[in-house]
C-alpha cells in the first residue's frame, strides 16, 4: 500500500490532550490501523504459540536449541548489516521514560545512547503515550526545555552534536492500547508505539544524520523477530523511506528467547542493530516459564541472583559470542542504583559495585552498557574507555572459547544462596511500592536507592509465588517458617503499615496504597498465574 492511499483511522477513545493533534494526526492514525489490520493476526497467533510452548516447558521441564533452524546456526557466511554511525559507539546508554524533564536530562547525559521508554519504565497512561511522542518530536525539532515547578530550575538542551543518540522501545507484543481502536478493537500498543514515532520522525532522523531506533522487548522467539521486520519493512516502504533505515536491538531477557539468540539476528539482519542482556526480565521469564519445575528452578533473593552466577554467566557470554559472530553489538545489563543526596557512604560503596560491574562486561567483550542515573554515566564510560581506547566497540572479539550447553542456561541450582525472610519483605515492599506508583502513572521509581520498573516488580510478585508454590521455607527470628499465604498477607500488612507511619495520613489516603496492596496480592497469591503483572494492573490504571 502507498502512502497516497490511507486506511480508514484508528479511532480515539479518551479526553482530549494538549498538541495531541500534532501527534494523532489523520495520516499518523490512518498508518497505525494499517499495521494493526496487517499484522496483529500474526501477533495472535504468535501470543498463542507463547501458551503452548509454555505448556510444553510444563510438561518436560526443558529447553533446547531449535534443531529446525540448526542450519541457521551452522551458517557463518552471514552477518548482520553494518551499523550506522550514529549506532556504532554505543559504550554507554542511559534508559528512562519519555517525560519532558527525563527527555531533556538523557538526550544531555553525556551517555552514547538514550533508551527512550515507552515500555516497563512508563506507565502507558493515554498521557505518557501521547505526550512522550510529542517530547520526542520537540526534541528533534530542538524545540524543547523544562522547567522544575518546585525547584524552579531550567533545563534545556545542548548542542546537537552533543545530544544522545535515540534508541526507543515500544511496548511488548502482549499488552493492548484501550484508547486507540480499529474496527473497534483495541490496537496493540506496540504497534501503536512504533508506528506515532516511526510515521512522525522516520524522515526527520534520517536528515538529522541519525535513523528511526527501537528497542524490542519480551521477544520470545525468532518468529516474533520475524513479525517485527515484516512491520518495519512495511513501515519504510509505506513512509518512502530507504530499506534498511530502521535499526533494531532485540531484549534477550527471556529464557525462550536465549536459545534462539542467532535466529533472532537472521530474522531481523537487514534492520538488526545487536541484543541487550535484561537481568530481572530474564529472572522473571525463568520463574514464569519453570514456576512448576520443582526445587530446582527455585530463584533465592533476587539481589542474590548477580550476573555472575554460573547460569547467569552462560547467558551473557553466549551473548556477546552470538553477536560478535555475527557483526551486532552486545550490550550489557543495567545499573540501577540511584545516588543519594544524603548519604555519602551509601554512594561509595554502590559506585565501587555499579564500577565492578561495568569492568565485567567490558572485560567479558560488551561493546556497551545500561545505566539508570547520570550520574552512573561516567563510571561506566571509565570502564568501557579503559577496554576500547579509541575503538567503537570490540566486536573483533569473537570469544570463540566460550562454549555454552542447553543445560547451562537452565543450572538455577548451581546457586548456593537460598531464599531468605528478607527477601521476602524485599519482594512484598518493592511490589507495593511500585505498583501505587504505577497506578499513579509513573513507570520508573526510586525504591530504597534504586531504580525500579515493570520488570523488577515482575521479579518480585512471581518470586512470591513461585515460593508459596514450591513450598519454601526460611528463617525469621531464629525460627524456620514455610512461606505461605498467611505469612505473604502478613508482610504485606506490615508494609501498608509501615508506608502510612512514613508518609502520614493524608499523603497515604491520597495515594494508591491499599489499590496496590491488594493488586500485588492478587497476583502472587491467585493460583492462576497471571502472565504479566501490568495486564490486570492496566485494567485499574487511571487515564
Same mark, same amino acid.
Given at each position: 500500500m502507498?502512502a497516497?492511499?490511507?486506511?480508514?483511522?484508528a479511532?480515539?477513545?479518551?479526553?482530549?490532550?494538549p498538541?495531541?493533534?500534532?501527534?494523532?494526526t489523520d495520516?499518523a492514525?490512518a498508518f497505525v490501523?494499517?499495521?494493526h489490520?496487517?499484522?496483529?493476526?500474526?501477533?495472535?497467533?504468535l501470543?498463542a504459540?507463547r501458551?503452548e510452548?509454555?505448556?510444553e516447558?510444563a510438561?518436560?521441564?526443558t529447553?533446547?536449541?531449535?534443531p529446525?533452524?540448526?542450519?541457521i546456526?551452522?551458517?557463518?557466511?552471514?552477518k548482520?548489516?553494518? =551499523?550506522?554511525?550514529?549506532?556504532?559507539?554505543?559504550?554507554v546508554?542511559?534508559?528512562?521514560?519519555?517525560?519532558?524533564?527525563?527527555?531533556?536530562?538523557a538526550?544531555?547525559s553525556g551517555?552514547?545512547?538514550?533508551?527512550?521508554?515507552?515500555?516497563?519504565a512508563?506507565?502507558p497512561?493515554?498521557e505518557?503515550?501521547?505526550?512522550?511522542q510529542l517530547?520526542?518530536?520537540?526534541?528533534?525539532?530542538?524545540?524543547?526545555?523544562?522547567?522544575?515547578?518546585?525547584s524552579?530550575?531550567?533545563y534545556?538542551?545542548?548542542p546537537?552534536?552533543?545530544?544522545?543518540?535515540?534508541?526507543?522501545r515500544p511496548?511488548?507484543?502482549?499488552l493492548?492500547?484501550?484508547?486507540?481502536k480499529?474496527?473497534?478493537?483495541?490496537v496493540?500498543? =506496540?504497534?501503536v508505539d512504533?508506528g506515532?514515532?516511526f510515521f512522525?520522525? =522516520?524522515r526527520?532522523?534520517?536528515?538529522l544524520?541519525k535513523g528511526?531506533?527501537f528497542?524490542?522487548?519480551?521477544t520470545?522467539?525468532?518468529?516474533?523477530a520475524?513479525?517485527?521486520?515484516?512491520?518495519?519493512?512495511?513501515a519504510?516502504?509505506?513512509v518512502?523511506?530507504?530499506?534498511?533505515?530502521?535499526?533494531?536491538?532485540?531484549l534477550i531477557?527471556?529464557?525462550?528467547?536465549?536459545?534462539?539468540m542467532?535466529?533472532?539476528l537472521y530474522?531481523l539482519?537487514?534492520?538488526?542493530?545487536?541484543?541487550?542482556?535484561?537481568r530481572?526480565?530474564?529472572?522473571?521469564?525463568?520463574?514464569k516459564?519453570?514456576r512448576?519445575?520443582?526445587?530446582?528452578f527455585?530463584l533465592?533473593?533476587?539481589?542474590a541472583?548477580t550476573?555472575?552466577?554460573p547460569?547467569m554467566r552462560a547467558y551473557t557470554?553466549l551473548l556477546v559470542r552470538?553477536?560478535?559472530?555475527?557483526?551486532?553489538h552486545a550490550i550489557?545489563?543495567m545499573?540501577?542504583?540511584?545516588?543519594s543526596r544524603?548519604?555519602?557512604?551509601v554512594?561509595?560503596v554502590?559506585?565501587?559495585?555499579?564500577?565492578a560491574?561495568?569492568d565485567?562486561?567490558?572485560?567479558?567483550?560488551?561493546?556497551?552498557s545500561?545505566?539508570?542515573?547520570?550520574?552512573?554515566?561516567p563510571?561506566?564510560?571509565e570502564?568501557?574507555?579503559?577496554?576500547?581506547g579509541?575503538?567503537p566497540?570490540?566486536?573483533d572479539?569473537?570469544?570463540?572459547?566460550?562454549?555454552?550447553?542447553a543445560?547451562?542456561?537452565?543450572a538455577?541450582d548451581s546457586?548456593?544462596?537460598r531464599?531468605t525472610?528478607?527477601?521476602?519483605?524485599?519482594?512484598?515492599?518493592?511490589?507495593?511500592?511500585?505498583?501505587?506508583?504505577w497506578l499513579?502513572?509513573?513507570g520508573?521509581?526510586?525504591?530504597?536507592?534504586?531504580?525500579?520498573?515493570?520488570?523488577?516488580?515482575?521479579?518480585?510478585?512471581?518470586?512470591?509465588?513461585?515460593w508459596?508454590?514450591?513450598?519454601?521455607?526460611?528463617?525469621?527470628?531464629?525460627?524456620?517458617?514455610r512461606?505461605t499465604?498467611?505469612l505473604t498477607r502478613e508482610?504485606?500488612?506490615?508494609?501498608?503499615a509501615a508506608?502510612r507511619a512514613?508518609?502520614?495520613?493524608?499523603?497515604?489516603?491520597?495515594?494508591?496504597?491499599?489499590q496496590?496492596?491488594?493488586?500485588l496480592?492478587?497476583v502472587?497469591?491467585?493460583?492462576?498465574y497471571?502472565d504479566f503483572?501490568?495486564l490486570?494492573?492496566?485494567e485499574?490504571?487511571t487515564?
Amino acid at each position: 500500500m502507498s502512502a497516497s492511499v490511507p486506511s480508514p483511522a484508528a479511532v480515539v477513545d479518551a479526553e482530549p490532550l494538549p498538541r495531541q493533534d500534532e501527534v494523532l494526526t489523520d495520516a499518523a492514525l490512518a498508518f497505525v490501523a494499517e499495521l494493526h489490520r496487517r499484522f496483529t493476526p500474526r501477533r495472535d497467533e504468535l501470543l498463542a504459540l507463547r501458551a503452548e510452548r509454555r505448556a510444553e516447558i510444563a510438561r518436560t521441564c526443558t529447553l533446547d536449541f531449535l534443531p529446525e533452524t540448526a542450519a541457521i546456526r551452522a551458517d557463518d557466511s552471514w552477518k548482520v548489516a553494518p =551499523a550506522p554511525a550514529a549506532l556504532d559507539d554505543r559504550r554507554v546508554e542511559i534508559t528512562g521514560p519519555t517525560d519532558r524533564k527525563m527527555t531533556v536530562n538523557a538526550l544531555n547525559s553525556g551517555a552514547k545512547v538514550w533508551l527512550a521508554d515507552f515500555e516497563d519504565a512508563s506507565a502507558p497512561t493515554w498521557e505518557n503515550v501521547v505526550l512522550g511522542q510529542l517530547n520526542l518530536i520537540d526534541a528533534y525539532r530542538q524545540n524543547i526545555d523544562f522547567t522544575d515547578p518546585v525547584s524552579g530550575k531550567s533545563y534545556a538542551l545542548r548542542p546537537a552534536q552533543e545530544l544522545a543518540t535515540v534508541v526507543m522501545r515500544p511496548r511488548g507484543w502482549h499488552l493492548d492500547e484501550r484508547h486507540l481502536k480499529v474496527d473497534g478493537r483495541a490496537v496493540p500498543g =506496540a504497534l501503536v508505539d512504533f508506528g506515532l514515532y516511526f510515521f512522525h520522525n =522516520a524522515r526527520r532522523l534520517l536528515d538529522l544524520g541519525k535513523g528511526p531506533y527501537f528497542y524490542l522487548p519480551k521477544t520470545e522467539s525468532h518468529l516474533e523477530a520475524r513479525l517485527w521486520n515484516d512491520v518495519f519493512v512495511f513501515a519504510q516502504d509505506h513512509v518512502g523511506v530507504p530499506q534498511g533505515s530502521v535499526r533494531a536491538t532485540v531484549l534477550i531477557e527471556t529464557i525462550t528467547a536465549a536459545y534462539e539468540m542467532e535466529e533472532i539476528l537472521y530474522e531481523l539482519r537487514d534492520h538488526a542493530s545487536g541484543l541487550n542482556a535484561g537481568r530481572w526480565d530474564y529472572l522473571f521469564s525463568i520463574v514464569k516459564n519453570f514456576r512448576d519445575g520443582g526445587p530446582r528452578f527455585v530463584l533465592p533473593d533476587r539481589n542474590a541472583v548477580t550476573m555472575t552466577a554460573p547460569f547467569m554467566r552462560a547467558y551473557t557470554e553466549l551473548l556477546v559470542r552470538t553477536c560478535h559472530k555475527r557483526g551486532a553489538h552486545a550490550i550489557g545489563g543495567m545499573a540501577a542504583f540511584i545516588p543519594s543526596r544524603r548519604d555519602a557512604e551509601v554512594n561509595k560503596v554502590a559506585f565501587e559495585k555499579v564500577r565492578a560491574d561495568k569492568d565485567r562486561e567490558a572485560g567479558d567483550g560488551f561493546d556497551g552498557s545500561w545505566v539508570a542515573h547520570p550520574d552512573l554515566v561516567p563510571i561506566a564510560m571509565e570502564s568501557f574507555d579503559r577496554v576500547l581506547g579509541d575503538r567503537p566497540h570490540q566486536k573483533d572479539r569473537l570469544r570463540e572459547d566460550v562454549d555454552v550447553k542447553a543445560a547451562d542456561l537452565l543450572a538455577v541450582d548451581s546457586l548456593q544462596a537460598r531464599p531468605t525472610y528478607a527477601g521476602l519483605v524485599n519482594a512484598v515492599q518493592v511490589g507495593i511500592r511500585y505498583i501505587e506508583a504505577w497506578l499513579r502513572g509513573l513507570g520508573a521509581v526510586a525504591i530504597f536507592n534504586l531504580m525500579e520498573d515493570a520488570a523488577t516488580a515482575e521479579i518480585s510478585r512471581s518470586q512470591i509465588w513461585q515460593w508459596i508454590n514450591a513450598g519454601v521455607e526460611v528463617e525469621r527470628d531464629g525460627t524456620t517458617v514455610r512461606v505461605t499465604p498467611e505469612l505473604t498477607r502478613e508482610v504485606a500488612a506490615t508494609e501498608l503499615a509501615a508506608v502510612r507511619a512514613e508518609i502520614g495520613e493524608e499523603a497515604f489516603t491520597a495515594g494508591h496504597w491499599q489499590q496496590a496492596h491488594d493488586l500485588l496480592l492478587t497476583v502472587a497469591l491467585d493460583e492462576d498465574y497471571a502472565d504479566f503483572l501490568t495486564l490486570p494492573a492496566y485494567e485499574q490504571l487511571t487515564g
